[in-house]
């Protein structure tokens, strides 16, 4: 899913005094998922950062107004311009009254070190049903084209003993619905795999 990331910049200050200049952000799709897997919420505080760990607790101090409020580094921003290291949701600006003037000395203070793990054999919540392995092309390729036709989006991968064909990135909400499409186009799913978090 891609991001808007808005212009209205915003002057971060955080140890060692160093002056950052983030932006709040918002999502383009309705169905966004974060980098921690979370659904993107804008009415929900959170932050972007592309240095601090996921899952991290931070203070965020806005000098000007006065005001503050503690809330947790919940996505990357890979797509943000360079220079800009941090970004808020729209629940988070409105608590620093950052939304009309777009501008502030925030100060970023580290309440907790973040412990979502990116370890690759960690269960992170997504997971994959291998279809099998097709030696006749014309097989694969109507079963691929029969999956999309049921709303799914496979992955067709060549092999020396064939096609492979799978359905990935299925989040555990979305399971059951999955085995009924894969059904509906005339295979049985199997067991589910678990893999790597793709927005990580």
Same mark, same amino acid.
């Given at each position: 899913?891609?991001?808007l990331l808005?212009?209205?910049?915003?002057?971060?200050?955080?140890?060692?005094?160093?002056?950052?200049?983030?932006?709040?952000?918002?999502?383009?799709?309705?169905?966004?998922?974060?980098?921690?897997?979370?659904?993107?919420?804008?009415?929900?505080?959170?932050?972007?950062?592309?240095?601090?760990?996921?899952?991290?607790?931070?203070?965020?101090?806005?000098?000007?107004?006065?005001?503050?409020?503690?809330?947790?580094?919940?996505?990357?921003?890979?797509?943000?311009?360079?220079?800009?290291?941090?970004?808020?949701?729209?629940?988070?600006?409105?608590?620093?009254?950052? =939304? !009309?003037?777009?501008l502030g000395? %925030?100060?970023? &203070?580290?309440?907790?070190? *973040?412990?979502?793990?990116? /370890?690759? $054999?960690?269960d992170t919540?997504?997971?994959?049903?291998?279809?099998?392995?097709?030696?006749?092309?014309?097989?694969?390729?109507?079963?691929?084209?029969?999956?999309?036709?049921?709303?799914?989006?496979?992955?067709?991968?060549?092999?020396?003993?064939?096609?492979?064909?799978?359905?990935?990135?299925?989040?555990?909400?979305? =399971? !059951?619905?999955?085995?009924?499409? %894969?059904?509906? &186009?005339?295979?049985?799913? *199997?067991?589910?795999?678990? /893999?790597? $978090?793709?927005?990580?």
């Amino acid at each position: 899913m891609k991001r808007l990331l808005l212009i209205l910049a915003i002057v971060i200050s955080a140890a060692p005094l160093c002056a950052e200049t983030g932006c709040w952000y918002t999502a383009m799709e309705p169905e966004y998922f974060t980098a921690s897997g979370t659904l993107f919420d804008d009415s929900k505080k959170g932050v972007a950062s592309d240095t601090l760990p996921l899952g991290t607790v931070v203070e965020l101090s806005n000098a000007v107004t006065g005001t503050s409020t503690i809330t947790t580094i919940t996505d990357t921003l890979p797509e943000l311009p360079e220079g800009r290291t941090i970004a808020l949701t729209r629940a988070a600006a409105e608590d620093l009254r950052m =939304m !009309d003037r777009g501008l502030g000395d %925030i100060k970023v &203070s580290i309440v907790r070190e *973040g412990t979502i793990s990116r /370890e690759k $054999n960690e269960d992170t919540g997504w997971y994959k049903y291998d279809l099998g392995v097709f030696e006749d092309t014309a097989q694969a390729a109507e079963l691929y084209f029969r999956l999309i036709e049921n709303g799914l989006m496979p992955y067709a991968t060549a092999e020396d003993n064939g096609i492979r064909i799978e359905v990935r990135h299925v989040m555990a909400y979305q =399971m !059951d619905e999955t085995v009924n499409r %894969i059904a509906l &186009s005339g295979i049985e799913a *199997g067991k589910a795999e678990a /893999e790597d $978090n793709p927005y990580i």
